[in-house]
Nanobody
Framework: QVQLVESGGGLVQAGGSLRVSCAAS????????MGWFRQDPGKEREFVVAISGSGLSETDAASVKGRFAMSRDNAKNTVYLQMSSLNPEDTAVYYC???????????????WGQGPQVTVSS
């Protein structure tokens, strides 16, 4: 069982930057692929970015490529999502997720955090 607790989020002006973090419980954190998803009210949850257990491989959605970056510190059981050049369309609840399989695997993410709200004002 993995528990995920996010922190960060909040209100930022368009063009600004923000970082959200996700701390995981458990002793085998490096064995999990981690991802960030987001959901705006009335819309489906969408994939944002994912990172391999080693942190060496990152996969980004086209909508955030070049603006968002994901990293992880396996010694701290924590992943980070650094967001820059934010625009109002990035407003959403951002969820951290984990799965014990490669990023490219079709396996669904089994563990989810509660999700901090990120609001970008114009």
């Amino acid at each position: 069982q993995v528990q995920l607790v996010e922190s960060g989020g909040g209100l930022v002006q368009a063009g600004g930057s923000l970082r959200v973090s996700c701390a995981a419980s458990g002793r085998t954190f490096s064995g999990y692929s981690m991802g960030w998803f987001r959901q705006d009210p009335g819309k489906e949850r969408e994939f944002v970015v994912a990172i391999s257990g080693s942190g060496l491989s990152e996969t980004d959605a086209a909508s955030v490529k070049g603006r968002f970056a994901m990293s992880r510190d396996n010694a701290k059981n924590t992943v980070y999502l650094q967001m820059s050049s934010l625009n109002p369309e990035d407003t959403a609840v951002y969820y951290c997720a984990a799965k014990r399989s490669p990023v490219a695997s079709l396996d669904k993410y089994a563990y989810w955090g509660q999700g901090p709200q990120v609001t970008v004002s114009s």
